[in-house]
């Protein structure tokens, strides 16, 4: 049985709503610069925890935050895989959460 189609109000409501609090990546647990432009790839977007062709259902409980880059190395796991941090090192393991960050500070 095919998905039913995304409904991009709710995907962008969704989006806001991850974004809110301005979370780090959920993936490698840097800090996520959400003022850099489309395609660059530290800017913010959602992940699915378990990938849409997996299974995993289009809720905001399925989602999270992420540099697009770490994005596209997670690809379509579904434990997340071990993440390349910039320093070089692999560090998530399954079922490890990311350590809370303080929110930026952005200057007016």
Same mark, same amino acid.
């Given at each position: 049985?095919p998905?039913?189609?995304?409904?991009?109000?709710?995907?962008?409501?969704?989006?806001?709503?991850?974004?809110?609090?301005?979370?780090?990546?959920?993936?490698? +647990?840097?800090? #996520?610069?959400?003022?850099?432009?489309? !395609?660059?790839?530290?800017?913010?977007? *959602?992940? %699915?925890?378990? @990938? =849409?062709?997996?299974?995993?259902?289009?809720?905001?409980?399925?989602?999270?935050?992420?540099?697009?880059?770490?994005?596209?190395?997670?690809?379509?796991?579904?434990? +997340?895989?071990? #993440?390349?941090?910039?320093?070089?090192? !692999?560090?998530?393991?399954?079922?490890? *959460?990311p %350590?809370?960050? @303080? =929110?930026?500070?952005?200057?007016?």
């Amino acid at each position: 049985m095919p998905k039913p189609p995304r409904n991009t109000a709710t995907r962008d409501r969704h989006r806001a709503t991850i974004a809110r609090g301005f979370p780090p990546c959920a993936l490698c +647990g840097d800090d #996520i610069d959400y003022t850099l432009p489309y !395609l660059d790839p530290g800017e913010f977007v *959602v992940d %699915h925890i378990v @990938p =849409r062709n997996r299974g995993g259902p289009d809720t905001i409980a399925n989602k999270q935050p992420a540099h697009r880059r770490c994005n596209r190395l997670k690809s379509d796991k579904d434990d +997340g895989g071990p #993440i390349m941090r910039r320093s070089g090192s !692999l560090t998530r393991t399954q079922g490890e *959460v990311p %350590h809370p960050r @303080p =929110r930026p500070h952005f200057p007016a």
